[in-house]
């Protein structure tokens, strides 16, 4: 069975452009979830979703952060313009409703 | 809302050392419980999880884990480590019967096994 699947692994960018990560999640697994991933800390969610509905973004920055999942499967997390505290590691993770969650390998993002 | 600890940011220990992580977790609810792992170069994984029953937790790798609830502690033991347990290690706390299936990780302890 094939994992998360996330890309870019990495992503190199100047401050105030915009970038875009991707992530495919497990097949059949309803909830999508973004995480930030800070050097030297744990993840936090930015957002989470049931199929295709945003049911926790309440910690996703919206005036620069934003993420859809058209038709509930694969997920967009955007950031524009992109600042250099925004360098961090973005995590998905997906699952069944209350499942277990199963992590991707993260896209690494350096902002320059 | 919760909130995880985990006390300890960097732990050295030789092979066939014993390891214990300790990890305490501030919500007045049920919980689930969880420990991940990310062995170096690699996504985090699952290593065990409590939802309930016997509080002590047998994972993957040998390691295990102990709820105890009156300390809102959940530490993760392993008797005798090796090479390849040289991984950061993360607690997570899920509210049980909160909206959603919503983690909240400790800082995560980075353990280095010395050959």
């Known amino acids: 069975e094939a994992g998360v699947v996330q890309s870019p692994r990495y992503k190199i960018i100047e401050k105030k452009q915009p970038v875009a990560f991707w992530c495919n999640p497990i097949s059949g697994h309803n909830t999508l979830y973004w995480y930030l991933q800070n050097l030297g800390q744990g993840p936090e969610l930015l957002i989470r979703y049931e199929n295709e509905e945003a049911v926790d973004d309440s910690q996703l920055p919206k005036d620069r952060f934003s993420a859809e999942r058209l038709k509930g499967v694969d997920s967009t997390l955007k950031i524009q313009p992109a600042e250099l505290g925004d360098s961090a590691v973005y995590l998905c993770a997906s699952s069944l409703l209350e499942g277990e969650q199963f992590f991707g390998p993260g896209t690494r993002l350096t902002v320059l | 809302a919760q909130s995880v600890s985990q006390h300890n940011h960097h732990v050295i220990l030789s092979e066939a050392a014993s390891l214990e992580l300790g990890c305490n977790y501030s919500?007045?609810?049920?919980?689930?419980l969880f420990w991940y792992v990310q062995y170096p170069g690699q996504h985090l994984q699952l290593l065990l999880k409590y939802f309930s029953g016997d509080p002590l937790v047998k994972g993957i790798k040998g390691f295990e884990a102990e709820f105890i609830k009156s300390k809102f502690s959940f530490n993760l033991r392993k008797p005798s480590v090796q090479w390849s347990d040289t991984a950061e290690y993360f607690c997570a706390v899920n509210a049980r019967g909160a909206a959603g299936n919503k983690l909240t990780f400790g800082g995560g302890t980075r353990v280095l096994v010395k050959p």
């Open positions: 919500y007045g609810g049920t919980v689930n």
